[in-house]
């Protein structure tokens, strides 16, 4: 079955280190996408990619870092510099950019000590 | 003005009953709106999107859209448990930038 997967689905750092959130879509989708979502608050876009080694970022980019070598793979890399980094991550993919259609990933619960 | 409003609610109706979910926007030159559902927990997923004024239907979701009021709303008939979610607005405000409203949470009761 087509989807994305995100690894893990729950996750407690320490402060200081950095962690990285897997996702993978066997859609064959151009776009995807990072959101952080924090109780009360909307999908805020972190970053996004429409294509194979190019990203840009969203509204809330500082203290993460994303990789796309692969059109399957957009890894996200939350980093010691973000302040606040407890939230849930979501992973999204579109067939293209200009549109709203997204489909997401199970999401992973990130937990700082 | 946040660029997409919603009630956060609970908005509470009885089984049965039609679900009446609305959000507004602020950018007039938005072309394209969509629904998407959020149990607790889980991740979001697409349930309507309308690009043109007028009604859109599918099943028992119903979304309306009028762009000279800058509204979009999305109606639940024969509202079922099951319907217990909250439903976030998004809206492509300009190419290339969906942003998404706070949700409304919607409970259904037996």
């Known amino acids: 079955d087509g989807g994305i997967t995100q690894s893990p689905k729950y996750l407690f750092r320490k402060e200081g280190q950095n962690v990285t959130l897997s996702c993978e879509q066997n859609?064959?989708?151009?776009?995807m996408y990072w959101y952080r979502q924090d109780p009360g608050q909307g999908l805020r876009l972190i970053y996004y990619?429409?294509?194979?080694?190019?990203?840009q970022k969203g509204d809330i980019a500082e203290g993460y870092s994303v990789s796309r070598e692969k059109k399957e793979s957009f890894p996200l890399t939350v980093t010691s510099a973000q302040k606040n980094p407890t939230a849930f991550y979501l992973c999204?993919?579109?067939?293209?950019?200009?549109?709203?259609?997204?489909?997401f990933g199970e999401g992973s619960r990130l937990t700082v000590l | 003005q946040k660029e997409v409003e919603q009630n956060s609610g609970p908005l509470s109706v009885p089984e049965g009953a039609i679900a009446s979910l609305n959000c507004t926007y602020s950018?007039?030159?938005?072309?394209?709106f969509f629904w998407y559902r959020q149990y607790s927990g889980k991740s979001p997923e697409l349930i309507m999107s309308?690009?043109?004024?007028g009604d859109k239907e599918d099943g028992r979701f119903t979304a309306q859209l009028n762009k000279a009021s800058q509204y979009v709303s999305l109606l639940i008939r024969d509202s079922q448990p099951s319907d217990s979610a909250t439903y976030l607005c998004?809206?492509?405000?300009?190419?290339?930038?969906?942003?998404f409203g706070t949700g409304t949470l919607l409970a259904v009761q037996p």
């Open positions: 998004a809206v492509n405000i300009q190419t290339n930038k969906l942003i």
């Open positions: 309308i690009y043109s004024n």
């Open positions: 999204a993919s579109s067939a293209d950019r200009n549109t709203g259609e997204l489909f």
């Open positions: 859609l064959n989708h151009d776009a």
């Open positions: 950018d007039r030159v938005s072309q394209s």
């Open positions: 990619s429409q294509i194979v080694n190019d990203f």
